[in-house]
C-alpha cells in the first residue's frame, strides 16, 4: 500500500516552496564554498554547486540556507523516530526534488536507542541520535538528495545531551572534516534573554570550531511537545521583540566562523488546534527584519534566517508571509505523526478480516495470513 506519510510530506514540501522554488537564478554566497566548487560538477542544478546529495554541513550548509532565503523556500524539518520515518523523509524529498531536514529530538533519540536501554546520563538517548544520524548518512546519497541533519529543541537542562552529542561531532570532524551532524538548536527561551544568549554563544564557540550550525530560540513557542510544555505560558511570551533578535545577532557575530538560525516567536504553537484558537503574526518577522536593516546599515533586506517552530496545522496564507520574512525551515511534526497513525489506522481497517489470526481470511481456513500482518506492510 501507498504510505500517506509520504504522501502528507510530499504536499508539505510542495506548500513550502513549490517548484519555482527551485528555479530561482543562480545566487552568489558571502561564503566561499560555492566558489570553491564551482568548476565540479552540479548535483543539483537548481542549488548551488556545493549542495551535493547526501549530509550537507558547513559552508555548503551556508550556501543552501542563503539560497533558501534569496530563492523563497522553506525546508520542512521534520522530526523523526526511527528508520522508517528517517526514509520516508527522505524518499518524499527525493520524489519533490528538494532538501529536507531531519531532525532527532531528545527522546526520538531514546526512543531509536530503545526504551529499555539504560538511559542514565542521557546515555540512549545520546546513542540513539547518533545510530540515526549514521543511518541516514549511510542511505541518504542513495536517495540524491541534500539532508540536514539536525537536533530539536534542547532546554538548559539537557544540555548534557548535546555534550554527549558534541563529542561524538567532534570525532568524525577529526576523521572526515566536516561534523556528524549538521545543526543543532539550543532552546534555553526560559531563562533571561542575557543568559540565554550568553550560554548559546558558549556554544557558538565550541560549534563553530566543527562547522556545525547553531538554531537558538527567542520568546516561546507554545503548546506542548516531545517533553517541552509551554501550554500556559503567558501570551506574551509568544512574541519575540526586533531588540531581542538584534542583541543575539551581534553577541553570536562576534564568534568567528559562526552559522546560525533564530527561531523567533510570532504566535506559534506546537501542536494542531481548531482555527481561531492560534493568532499567528508573521508581520513580526518582517518588522524584524526591516529593523535589523537600518542598525546593521547592510545591503540585506532579510540579514536574519528565522525558522518557523509550530508549523503543523498553519495556513498557506501565514506560511508563505513567513517564507517571505526569511524563513528558511518549517517545523514539521505533528502532521506527520497523525499521518503515520492514519496509515496505520486505514491498512488495519482495509485488511482486517486477514488481520484476525496467522492461518484463515475470506479466502480459506487455511489460508496463511503472513503477507498481511508483516510489519513492513503497515509501515
Same mark, same amino acid.
Given at each position: ?165 558534541? *563529542?561524538? %561531532?567532534?570525532?568524525?570532524? !577529526?576523521?572526515?572534516? &566536516?561534523?556528524?551532524?549538521? $545543526?543543532?538548536? =539550543?532552546?534555553?527561551? +526560559?531563562?533571561?534573554? *542575557?543568559? %540565554?544568549?550568553?550560554?548559546? !554563544?558558549?556554544?557558538? &564557540?565550541?560549534?563553530?570550531? $566543527?562547522?556545525? =550550525?547553531?538554531?537558538? +530560540? ?25 531588540? +531581542? ?135
Amino acid at each position: 500500500p501507498k504510505s500517506p506519510m509520504k504522501f502528507q510530506l510530499l504536499s508539505v514540501l510542495a506548500l513550502l516552496g513549490g517548484a519555482s522554488a527551485f528555479n530561482a537564478p543562480a545566487f552568489t554566497p558571502r561564503t566561499s564554498a560555492l566558489q570553491a566548487t564551482a568548476t565540479e560538477t552540479k548535483a543539483f542544478a537548481k542549488l548551488p554547486a556545493s549542495v551535493k546529495p547526501g549530509v550537507v554541513t558547513g559552508p555548503a550548509l551556508l550556501d543552501l540556507l542563503d539560497h533558501a532565503k534569496t530563492a523563497g523556500f522553506a525546508m520542512p524539518g521534520v522530526n523523526i523516530v526511527g528508520s522508517n520515518s528517517i526514509n520516508a523523509c527522505i524518499e518524499a524529498a527525493a520524489k519533490y526534488g528538494g532538501p529536507i531536514m531531519v531532525t532527532f529530538s531528545k527522546g526520538g533519540g531514546q526512543y531509536i536507542a530503545g526504551k529499555a536501554a539504560d538511559n542514565t546520563d542521557d546515555a540512549a538517548s545520546i546513542a540513539g541520535c547518533i545510530a540515526g544520524a549514521k543511518h541516514v548518512r549511510e542511505v541518504a546519497k542513495l536517495y540524491g538528495v541534500p539532508v540536514i541533519l539536525h537536533t530539536d529543541h534542547c532546554q538548559k537542562a539537557w544540555l548534557p545531551w548535546i555534550d554527549g552529542i558534541m *563529542e561524538a %561531532n567532534e570525532e568524525y570532524f !577529526k576523521e572526515h572534516g &566536516e561534523p556528524l551532524f549538521s $545543526s543543532h538548536m =539550543l532552546d534555553l527561551s +526560559e531563562e533571561p534573554l *542575557e543568559e %540565554n544568549i550568553a550560554i548559546c !554563544k558558549k556554544y557558538m &564557540e565550541r560549534f563553530a570550531k $566543527s562547522n556545525i =550550525l547553531l538554531e537558538f +530560540e527567542l520568546g516561546v513557542t507554545g503548546g506542548e511537545e516531545d517533553g517541552v510544555d509551554n501550554s500556559d505560558v503567558d501570551s506574551s511570551r509568544l512574541y519575540t521583540q526586533p531588540e +531581542e533578535v538584534m542583541y543575539a545577532y551581534e553577541q553570536l557575530s562576534q564568534v568567528p566562523n559562526a552559522m546560525f538560525t533564530c527561531a523567533a516567536s510570532f504566535g506559534n504553537v506546537h501542536g494542531v488546534y481548531a482555527p481561531g484558537n492560534v493568532d499567528l503574526k508573521p508581520e513580526i518577522l518582517h518588522n524584524t527584519q526591516k529593523y535589523m536593516k537600518e542598525k546593521l546599515g547592510c545591503d540585506d533586506d532579510k540579514p536574519m534566517k528565522f525558522v518557523f517552530h509550530g508549523g503543523s496545522g498553519s495556513s498557506v496564507k501565514d506560511i508563505q508571509y513567513a517564507i517571505e520574512a526569511g524563513v528558511i525551515k518549517m517545523n514539521i511534526d505533528t502532521d506527520t505523526q497523525w499521518a503515520y497513525w492514519d496509515g496505520i489506522r486505514k491498512y488495519e481497517a482495509e485488511n482486517r478480516p486477514y488481520l484476525q489470526g496467522q492461518i484463515g481470511n475470506p479466502d480459506g481456513e487455511d489460508k496463511p495470513n503472513k503477507k498481511y500482518y508483516d510489519p513492513r506492510m503497515a509501515l
